[in-house]
């Protein structure tokens, strides 16, 4: 059974940084959507950041020029390098794997394969 495993979350003061890692167990189909959800108390799960079928990055207007997705093999989850940090991020961050192929990937309810989530916590 394939399984997602996050690591990399703590807590930092605003304007910090964290790396966030996601390791797979099994086979995943790497051409459709994988990536970043994150989820706070009291509110719905949003894509943070991906990448889609084509192999682009896609990242959300709250995170772009803070956050960037890397990996060193193009059939693994992404690792998302988190900069300058903000209270508003504080979240818990969730790897999601087989997402949409074609389409938007901040569908969440697409995916095929989630990771039981990582704490982050900004303090101001």
């Known amino acids: 059974e394939m399984q997602l495993v996050e690591s990399g979350g703590g807590s930092v003061q605003a304007g910090g940084s964290l790396r966030l890692s996601c390791a797979a167990s099994g086979y995943i189909y790497s051409r459709y959507c994988m990536g970043w959800f994150r989820q706070a108390p009291g509110k719905e799960r949003e894509g943070v950041a991906f990448i889609d079928s084509d192999g682009d990055t896609n990242y959300a207007d709250s995170v772009k020029g803070r956050f960037t997705l890397s990996r060193d093999n193009a059939k693994d989850p992404p690792s998302m390098q988190m900069n300058n940090l903000k209270p508003e991020d504080t979240a818990m961050y969730y790897c999601?794997?087989?997402?949409?192929?074609?389409?938007?990937?901040?569908?969440?309810?697409?995916?095929?394969?989630w990771g039981q989530g990582t704490q982050v916590t900004v303090s101001s």
């Open positions: 999601a794997a087989e997402g949409p192929y074609g389409g938007s990937c901040f569908q969440s309810g697409a995916y095929n394969y």
